[in-house]
């Protein structure tokens, strides 16, 4: 039975153990998408993982829909990210970009200048976006991507995958989890199209799985991984009726594209709906390559689910945010520091690369 500190191997690349850092925001980026070199620091601290997917980077202008994220369409981008890579990469670590285009989930405030909030129809979700000019501001009704707009951003995700193996890292991870722009095609709630690209589940998968295989065609099944989160309802991604046959549906087409792994959200501990456990072993049954899941796990629940198979890499976020030697300390059976909440995307080092090791706790 496979524990924790096994290595596996995942497309082309050898996993040093089966702890996988979760994607996680930090926006400590500049107005540009530029990480500044401190970042490289965060992720080096947390290269006892086998494997790093980074913070959500948005292919696109367009995608920079939040304070401060990254990007990795500019040259400046791909050197800042390279910096990270080159700190990593000694220490063992692999390293996967996660690919994230906020869509409609933005705020022209947030942007570039001449970029645009769009998303499969105009369809403002429900809720508010933080901007660093002027607070809280409702999210706005994006613009509806026409055909052009589509290809366009299909063109984008392609790029940033083959930057992102120009920067150094192992493959990318496609956003479609957690309501942005690839979840907004798949949710009939967000995706009202008339054309190839809405209507039934055939249709609304249609943007993802075309995103799918251009970056396959950019950089090799072996580098792209995909995230999605079947009965997540995060930036007003309500359940409906047919969530669990048009996510078995996806993934059948996740497996004829042969693609490197398949990461499932469940953010019940968060107080999400439960993902039930039928939805999973669907994807465990059909989706042939690397599963991996996350969501509120500490090393006992991870242990117990490696071991009955039910995953092949265990994602873990909070956690890691807070313990740069998380794996030390699952292996040893140390106490955890707890996630300061108030830092998680505040600009500067502060709650960020000061979370003490347990080194520092016995004064070494
Ligand atoms: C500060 C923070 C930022 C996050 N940003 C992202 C993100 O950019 N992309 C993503 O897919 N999930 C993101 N998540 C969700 C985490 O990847 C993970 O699914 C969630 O925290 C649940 O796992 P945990 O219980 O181990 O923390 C974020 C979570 C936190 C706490």
Do not use: C
């Not at 997917?53 to 696109?60: A, H, V, W, Y």
């Amino acid at each position: 039975m496979p524990t924790l500190f096994d290595p596996l191997r995942v497309g082309e690349i050898e996993l040093r153990n089966r702890i996988v850092m979760a994607p996680m925001t930090r926006s400590r980026a500049d107005d540009a998408g530029v990480q500044p070199p401190y970042v490289a620091e965060y992720y080096r601290q947390r290269a006892s993982a086998g494997l790093i997917i980074t913070e959500g980077t948005s292919p696109s202008p367009n995608g920079l829909g939040y304070a401060r994220i990254p990007g990795a369409f500019s040259q400046e981008q791909v050197a800042g990210w390279r910096l990270v890579t080159d700190a990593v990469r000694p220490l063992g670590a692999r390293m996967f970009m996660q690919l994230m285009h906020t869509g409609r989930v933005g705020h022209p405030l947030n942007l570039p200048s001449g970029a645009r909030v769009i998303g499969p129809s105009a369809l403002a979700a429900a809720g508010q976006m933080y901007t660093d000019a002027e607070g809280m501001q409702p999210l706005p009704v994006p613009e509806a991507m026409s055909a052009a707009d589509v290809a366009a951003a299909i063109a984008e995700y392609t790029q940033a995958a083959k930057n992102a193996v120009a920067a150094g890292f192992d493959g990318v991870e496609l956003h479609g989890a957690n309501g942005y722009l690839l979840e907004q095609f798949i949710r009939p709630n967000s995706n009202q199209r008339s054309d190839r690209y809405g209507g039934a589940i055939e249709g609304r998968a249609r943007f993802v799985l075309e995103t799918v295989e251009a970056a396959i065609a950019a950089i090799g099944k072996e580098k792209v991984g995909i995230r999605l989160s079947p009965f997540g309802v995060f930036n007003d991604m309500p359940l409906y009726d047919a969530m669990e046959s048009d996510y078995a549906y996806l993934a059948q087409e996740l497996q004829k594209r042969d693609l490197a792994y398949i990461h499932l959200v469940d953010h019940s501990s968060m107080g999400a709906p439960t993902v039930p456990q039928s939805m999973k072993d669907t994807f465990r049954r059909v989706f042939r390559n690397t599963l991996i899941l996350s969501g509120g796990y500490d090393a006992p629940r991870a242990e117990t689910d490696l071991a009955a198979g039910k995953a092949d890499l265990i994602a873990v976020g909070k956690p890691f945010l807070a313990n740069p030697d998380l794996v030390a300390r699952w292996q040893g059976g140390h106490e955890l520091n707890v996630p300061d909440m108030s830092t998680f995307y505040t600009p500067g080092p502060q709650g960020y690369t000061d979370y003490a090791t347990l080194g520092d706790a016995v004064g070494t």
